[in-house]
């Protein structure tokens, strides 16, 4: 998240000086006036510190939670997942001991609640409500995780009648840390530079973390955008227990900048998504009313209805909005370490742990006191969705990729973990020109309990009563997959048209046609998995080729752009043994193989100078510069799904001898060098390597640095005349691209569009850089449309600019290459459409033609 800062209590700003040694036992935190047991084990007596006292680590975090609920009655726990490092993800079910015992049929009785044709069989005035509580799911934001020791043990220990009755009429779902592996790589770097006497200067190492920071997950990924693609198995993991649940609230504790105060939802009303009702932002703001009376009573500043929204649906305070719940965001000022100074006097890290417990107490309150209306809500919303289906004028959507079904395949894995409703067509059907069939396509009918959700995946939405976006504005699913689908009026769908209900999405098996051969082989690059498939051989020290051209047998099967070819003689392999490899290559990467058992065909010949040689890629992806999120997700896409080797090479290396190892070097913003640097990595270039800049700020850094000879656009903006002095920031904010979905058009026959059957490419463009197109139309094989807006917010200025302007340049750089992305093509590891953009400048950018890269 963002960052602010919060304001200490009366006291704090008026104590004549800062103790740095001062530590705060359970008293500073902990309500006064009530009785605790004894017996339930308080945080010290397990991690050996106090709270707020050390950044808790993720090991004695699990262990706290392990022994809590070993000795409460209170509490069950479970582990629900592991994180990429193997950490694992906790769930603690708190509530009362006789909900406990019949905790199952509380759970499935509440979820009954959003199916509408029978919820009205269950009496919500018996009912518990059900929270969920979330902490610190960006890892260097870790007061949430630190106050989770606190709720727990509150919940676990207080007595009294008014926490019976609290335990009674709820069911807590406690997640103590989102994000194991960064909130772990967050409190080694603060514990690591807390000094004896801690140093408030924000100059000290402490409050500086290295590149990438612990803000992520293990390859770098922001989990807190990950809520609805599910792409990373901490998502994957915490939003079937989501489902399996159906909270009523869920809150997301984070931090923000050191010199803010503290933050609450809801958020700016303009900001709204317009799937969400109207009676969500209500009762937000009525729970709201708890917070800040809470907040009041010690003395701790907030705001709320102003810098944040509830826009984008992957967000975890949002993602709730969309499924009949109340999702609340708080964000507290971040000390960044153990005590920092701030505008506002300094920020001890206990301090910040004392808002974030306070606001999950005072959100337990408002669940008890509005539980009948949170519950009724929740009914109501489910029940609304039917009559807001039957009112659309789309009643269905189709999908499919025509040739490449692990595309389609993996939205319709995202379908199933978000428990949407989908089906084969029970018969071949047409629409736009589309044939869909049984065996390729998925049918989505809208009128079912998820209707919003699927609303919110797939609508197209390009009006919006605010121009100011926290996050992106537009994302539309089957765009970012490349697909080709059809939104089904009433005249086009019917019930009959619904074949088998997918139970549980298989990946697609590929064969080898034609069996054995002792010739060659062939598959087409249109497979999302084709990369993979050919790193595969290539590992293996077998000689693979690409077709620059088309060719046949001059019969059924007809070859595109890109096809590898694979010769069988003069292999390290026997024929049988290369045999079993296409057999693999089948199973596993979705592929149909051919076996050619002539050179003889139509178009080229195999023997053709138009089949070229592919290397091996040797890969360095340039970290500690640049965006670590746009390298995390090509570290994600190269090691997980092609299972590529990839070199993570410091920056300072690039001006080295290292790099002479790597025929491939991927950058992702600036990088930099001194002049002798700079020269080293040219010339690098100019001996044939490939210099791939993945996104608007690494292609205006080759750009400056004479590597590519590109011009910007230059768009005239809004003056701003009319505007008052506190508009400003806003104002200037409304003239940024903040991210949606455009449509480019590429020049099939290059080897940067292999694999790409439709020349028309949706893509994610976030930020204005844009680049004139080259008057050879061979140097930018992609292009923006002349309507190019598909989904998003985006200024008539910035529209008009943006038409025909290049989205993919290729630049010679002696006998080298320079690929210039603009977009991110591997946007948030869910934009599976252009992953194929950055595989064929790894494996194709080195065979453009000099004279098409200008």
Known sequence: MKVFAPLFSLLALLSLSFSANAQKDLSYYLPANVIYNQNIPTPKSVIGHEVGEWHIT???????????????????????????EGRPQLMLTITHPNNQAGIEKIRTDHVWLTYPNESDKFDIKKMPAVISMGFSIHGNES?????????????????GPEIENALRNTVVLLDPSLNPDGLNRFSTWANTHKSKNINPDPNDREYNEVWPGARTNHYWFDLNRDWLPVQQPESQNRVAKYHLWKPNVFTDHHEMGTNSTFFFQPGVPARTHPLTPKGNQELTEKIGQFHAEALDNIGSLYFTKEGYDDFYYGKGSTFPDINGGIGILFEQASSRGHAQESD??????????????????STWKAAVDMRVELLDYQRDFYKRVLRDADNDDIKAYIFKAEKDPARSYHLADILDQQEVDFYRPSRKLKFNNEEYTPENSYIIPLKQRNYK??????EKRTTFEDSLFYDISGWTYPLAFDLEYSELSSRDYGRNQLGDKVMKPQFPKGSVIGGQSNYAYAFEWHGYYAPRAANRLLEKGIRIKVATSKFGDGKDLNFDYGTILVPVSNQKLSASELYIEMQTIANTDGIDVYAMNTGLTEGVSLGSNAFINIDKPEVALVVESGSSADAGEIWHLLDTRMNMRVTKLPADRLGSSAINRYNTIVITGGVNLSESGMENLKQWIRNGG?????????????????????????????????????QISNFQRGQSIPGGVYMSELELSHPMAYGYYNKELPTMRRGNLMIEASEDKFSNPGLYTEDPLRSGWINKPNLEALKGTSTIRVGAFGQGRIVSLVDNPNFRAFWYGTNKLMMNAI???RIVNSSAAK
């Not at 262990?63 to 000795?71: D, N």
């Not at 006097?345 to 606001?359: A, D, H, R």
């Not at 959700?453 to 797939?458: A, D, N, P, S, W």
């Open 453 to 458: 959700l699927i609303k919110g995946m797939f």
């Open 58 to 84: 993720h090991d004695k975090l699990v262990l706290y939670m392990r022994t809590l609920a070993e000795a409460s009655d209170r509490i069950t726990i479970e582990e629900i997942g592991l994180t990429h």
């Open 344 to 361: 506002n006097g300094i920020l001890e890290f206990p301090f910040t742990i004392k808002n974030q417990f306070t606001t999950a107490l």
């Open 843 to 845: 494996f194709f950018g």
């Open 143 to 159: 007061s949430g995780s630190n106050a989770a020791m606190l709720v727990a043990y509150y919940m676990a220990a207080a007595q």
């Open 690 to 726: 490939t210099l791939v800049a993945s996104n608007s700020s690494s292609t205006a850094w080759a750009a400056r640095n004479k590597l590519t000879q590109l011009k910007f656009v230059d768009v005239e903006q809004y003056t701003g005349e009319k505007i008052t002095y506190d």
